[in-house]
C-alpha cells in the first residue's frame, strides 16, 4: 500500500512541478494576456478617477484654482481639465464615466476568470480521471483508494483554484504599479515611502506564509484520511455491523475529524491575524505620507490625491497578501495533483497495433515470469502451456498457486516480466487491446458491482443492450427470477457493492455480465463457488451449451467443475506440474491431478461425470 501524498510531497513545489501545472492551464493561456490587459485599463480608470475626485472636491469648494497649484504633473492636469471642463456636474459625471468603466472591465474579468477556472478544473479532473482509467493496473492496485478519491474529488479543484490566485495577484500588481506610477507623478519621496511600507507588509505576509503551508500540507493528509475512513466504513459496513464495531469504527472517525477541527481553527486563526495587522500597517503608512508631506512641504492637493491613492491600494494589496497565503495553503494538494497526472514515473499498458478478430489456434504461455512489485518474489516462475481454441480448459491448484494471476495476465491488467504470452503466434501484447478484450469476457468469484441498478451493473459488458439481451444473460446465469421479484425489476438499486443481494446472487450477476458480453473466449474464475452443486451444474450446463464450441477457461477447486473439460493445467507454487486431458492425468495414477481428485468427495448430483465414469469412457 502506498504511503500518504501528504508524507511523501516535498515541501516546497519544485521547478518541475511548476511547469507542469502551466502545462495543465495551457489551454486557456490566451485569457491571461487578456486579463493583464483588463487589468491595467480598469487599474488606470481607477486611479484617474481618484485624481479627479480630488479636483472635483476643490471645484465644488470654488477652489479649483488651488488644486491646479498642486505642481508638477497632476497640477498640470488639473490646470488642463480645469480649462476644458470648470464645471462640477462635468467634473462629477467624468468620475461616474471613469467609475462605470472601472467595473465594466472588471466584470468582464470576472466572466472570463470564471470561464477559464471552471474550464481549467473540467481539465484537471478529466485528466486524472483519464489517468487513472490509463495507467498500469499495479498503480491502482498499490494506492489507497481514499487518496485516488481526494486527488480526483478534492485537490483537482485547487489548480484552478490557484489560477485564481495568480491572476489575481498579476491584476492586484498592475493595479499597485499604476497607482504608484501616479503617485510617483506627485511625489517621489512618498512614493519611496510607500515602497517601503508595502514591502514590509508583504515581507510580514510571506513570514505568515510559512506556518500556513505547513498547516496545508498537515490538513491535505488529514482530508485523505477522512476520505479513506469514510470509504473504509460506506464498503465495510456490512461487517462492520455483523461484528458490532459500530461505536470503535465512530471513535476512529471522530478522533481524525477532531484533527480536521483543530488544523481549521488554527488556519483560520492564522487568517484573523492578518487584517487587524495590515490594516494597522496601512494606517501606519497613511500617518507617516501625511507626515512626510508636511516636511516636504507637497502641496496639500498633492497630499490628497495620494492618500486617497494610497487608502485604494490597500485592497489590491489585501489581494496579493491573501492570495499568497491561500498558495501556502494550497501547495501540498498542487503537488499531488501533478504527482498523480505526471506520466514519465508511471507505467502504462501496451494498447498494441495488430487487429483481433477470432481465436484459431491456441493462446500458449511461453516461459511467463511474473511479479506484482519489483521487491516480490515471482509469483509464476516460468510457465509454460497452451490453451486450444474452441475447448474448455481448467487451472486447478491450491489456493495462491497462481491461477488468478494467469486470469489478470489473460485480461491484460497486467503484463509479464519475463516471457510471453502468443495468440496464434502473435504476442499478446502486440494484438490490440480493445480488439481483444472485445472478444474475452470474465465472470470471477469476487464481483466487482457498482452502487447502482441491476441493469446498470449487467450493462458494463454492453451498453447499448436491450432487455430482450439482458433478461436472456439472466436466464443463462440463473439470476432472472431473482431479478423479476424485485421491486422495481432491473431497475432496482443493488446496494453499496451489491449489499442487498446474497454471494450467489451478486456472483450470477457477474455471469450474466460477462454472458452478455457474447464473448469468444470465456473465463470463469470461481465464478460459481458460492452456489450449490444443483445449482452450479445447472448454470454450468446453461454456459456450455450457449458457449459450445468457444475456448472456455475455468478456475476452481470443485471436481464438478473438472472432469468434464478437455484439458487440464495443474499449478502448484507458481509453477506448472501437470498438463493433459483429465483421461489422461487421471491414467497416471501418483500425478497432482489424481491426488486432488482422491481427495474431492464425490459429487451426489447424477449429471455430474465421476472419476470412475471417466475411466470406462
Same mark, same amino acid.
Given at each position: ?423 496464434? !503466434? ?51 446465469? !440463473? ?18 457493492? /451489491? ?80 498438463? /493433459? ?37
Amino acid at each position: 500500500m502506498s504511503t500518504s501524498t501528504g508524507k511523501d510531497a516535498p515541501k516546497r513545489l519544485s521547478r518541475q512541478q511548476v511547469m507542469e501545472l502551466v502545462h495543465l492551464t495551457s489551454r486557456h493561456a490566451w485569457a491571461f494576456p487578456v486579463i493583464v490587459v483588463l487589468g491595467i485599463v480598469s487599474s488606470f480608470a481607477d486611479s484617474l478617477g481618484i485624481s479627479l475626485i480630488v479636483l472635483f472636491l476643490y471645484t465644488v469648494m470654488g477652489r479649483s484654482a488651488d488644486a491646479a497649484e498642486a505642481g508638477g504633473p497632476l497640477g498640470k492636469f488639473f490646470e488642463v481639465v480645469t480649462a476644458y471642463i470648470p464645471n462640477a456636474t462635468y467634473l462629477a459625471l467624468m468620475v461616474l464615466g471613469l467609475i462605470l468603466t472601472k467595473l465594466a472591465f472588471s466584470t468582464l474579468y470576472a466572466f472570463i476568470s470564471a470561464s477559464v477556472q471552471n474550464g481549467i478544473s473540467q481539465d484537471v479532473r478529466d485528466r486524472l480521471h483519464q489517468q487513472y482509467l490509463d495507467v498500469e493496473y499495479n498503480y491502482i492496485r498499490n494506492r489507497e483508494e481514499g487518496e485516488m478519491l481526494k486527488v480526483l474529488a478534492i485537490d483537482s479543484w485547487t489548480v484552478s483554484s490557484a489560477y485564481r490566485m495568480i491572476s489575481h495577484v498579476v491584476v492586484s500588481a498592475i493595479a499597485v504599479f499604476v497607482m504608484m506610477a501616479f503617485l510617483f507623478s506627485l511625489s517621489w519621496q512618498l512614493t519611496i515611502l510607500a515602497i517601503i511600507g508595502a514591502a514590509a507588509l508583504l515581507a510580514f505576509v510571506n513570514l505568515l506564509a510559512i506556518p500556513v503551508r505547513r498547516l496545508g500540507r498537515r490538513t491535505a493528509e488529514i482530508n485523505q484520511e477522512l476520505a479513506a475512513r469514510t470509504l473504509y466504513t460506506l464498503q465495510g459496513m456490512r461487517a462492520i455491523r455483523a461484528f458490532g464495531q459500530e461505536q470503535e469504527h465512530q471513535k476512529t472517525f471522530a478522533d481524525t475529524s477532531e484533527k480536521a477541527k483543530r488544523l481549521a481553527v488554527t488556519t483560520e486563526r492564522l487568517y484573523a491575524v492578518l487584517p487587524p495587522v495590515t490594516e494597522l500597517g496601512y494606517l501606519l503608512l497613511l500617518a507617516s505620507i501625511a507626515g512626510l508631506a508636511s516636511l516636504t512641504s507637497v502641496p496639500f492637493a498633492s497630499t490628497l490625491a495620494c492618500v486617497a491613492l494610497l487608502y485604494r491600494m490597500q485592497g489590491p494589496l489585501r489581494d496579493i497578501q491573501g492570495s499568497v497565503i491561500a498558495m501556502a495553503q494550497m501547495e501540498a494538494q498542487l503537488i499531488a495533483v501533478v504527482e498523480v497526472l505526471r506520466r514519465t514515473d508511471k507505467r502504462y499498458p501496451r494498447q498494441g497495433s495488430k487487429p483481433f478478430s477470432h481465436l484459431k489456434q491456441e493462446i500458449t504461455f511461453n516461459n511467463v515470469c511474473f511479479r506484482y512489485n519489483e521487491e516480490d518474489a515471482d509469483t509464476l516462475h516460468g510457465v509454460s502451456f497452451k490453451i486450444p481454441a474452441g475447448r474448455t480448459t481448467a487451472l486447478v491448484g491450491p489456493s495462491g498457486s497462481g491461477k488468478s494471476t494467469i486470469v489478470r495476465l489473460l485480461q491484460r491488467l497486467d503484463e509479464p516480466n519475463e516471457g510471453e504470452i502468443l495468440v496464434d !503466434g502473435t504476442p499478446l501484447n502486440d494484438i490490440k487491446r480493445k480488439d481483444w478484450l472485445r472478444k474475452l469476457a470474465l465472470a470471477g468469484q469476487d464481483v466487482e458491482l457498482m452502487d447502482s441498478t441491476v441493469r446498470a451493473n449487467i450493462c458494463v459488458a454492453k451498453a447499448e443492450a436491450d432487455d430482450k439481451a439482458l433478461r436472456e444473460a439472466a436466464k443463462l446465469a !440463473g439470476v432472472l427470477d431473482v431479478i423479476e421479484a424485485l421491486p422495481y425489476g432491473m431497475d432496482n438499486w443493488i446496494g453499496p457493492q /451489491g449489499a442487498n443481494f446474497s454471494g450467489g446472487e451478486r456472483q450470477r450477476l457477474g455471469l450474466a455480465r460477462a454472458i452478455l458480453r457474447d464473448p469468444e473466449i470465456f473465463v470463469l474464475d470461481e465464478a460459481t463457488s458460492a452456489l450449490d452443486v444443483s445449482l452450479e451444474q445447472t448454470v454450468r450446463d446453461n454456459l456450455m451449451s450457449c458457449f459450445e464450441g468457444r475456448t472456455i477457461v475455468t478456475v476452481t477447486h470443485r471436481l464438478t467443475s473438472i472432469l468434464s473439460v478437455d484439458h487440464i493445467i495443474c499449478i502448484e507454487k507458481g509453477r506448472v506440474v501437470e498438463e /493433459g486431458s483429465p483421461r489422461e492425468l487421471l491414467a497416471r495414477g501418483s500425478g497432482a491431478f489424481s491426488r486432488m481428485v482422491d481427495a474431492t468427495p464425490l459429487p451426489s448430483d447424477p449429471r455430474v461425470t465421476t472419476p470412475a465414469e471417466l475411466s470406462s469412457t
